[in-house]
């Protein structure tokens, strides 16, 4: 089964850091490119950041650029993204994806979440 | 950035209805949108991508048309089962992408 576990989620005060983690079983992690999408409380789905298969390039919103940093591990089919400088408007649901690109890409595997709580 | 522009934001329908929501992007995206349902507490799940094609194991009364600025994602006949936050995204240009604002689909 195809499946994606996130991990890392917590409380954590204004300018903290955070790990977030995301595990993948059931495919082959390494063939495919990776996101992280984020929801804040009651509010929309944010797209926030895209790595390639190797990590050799990488993509975010601009309101996170120079804060977060998308990274993955294809020996331990995990995905990561780390969190710093965190302000109360970060505090969301966060899920990862993967993404399937047959010439157009889009977001095909989600996870369940985990979630984000900035507030001192 | 593009931008993604849904409506209605939310809309009130009964089972067996039609329902059309529509999508439109702030430039030309061709045909990289792609249709999301959202139930509360759950994430999201892929419906339709590249505007037209069903995902795998999506029930037919789902479809999706367009391309370029406008975009339209249909259900011929509601399901108890369809009420939930519908999502359109695009993923067109240089990785970085965006969602529309969302419709909610509510009895």
Sequence with gaps: EVQLVESGGGLVQPGGSLRLSCAASGFTFSSYWMSWVRQAPGKGLEWVANIKRDGSEKYYVDSVKGRFTISRDNAKNSLYLQMSSLRAEDTAVYYCARITTLNIFYMDVWGKGTTVTVSS | ?????????????????????????????????????????????????????????????FSGSGSGTDFTLTISSLQPEDFATYYCQQSFGALTWTFGQGTMLEI
């Design chain 2, 1 to 61: 950035d593009i931008q993604m522009t849904q409506s209605p934001s939310s809309l009130s329908a009964s089972v067996g209805d039609r329902v059309t929501i529509t999508c439109r992007a702030s430039q030309s995206i061709g045909s990289h949108l792609h249709w999301y349902q959202q139930k509360p507490g759950k994430a999201p799940k892929l419906l339709i991508y590249a505007a037209s094609s069903l995902q795998s194991g999506v029930p037919s009364r």
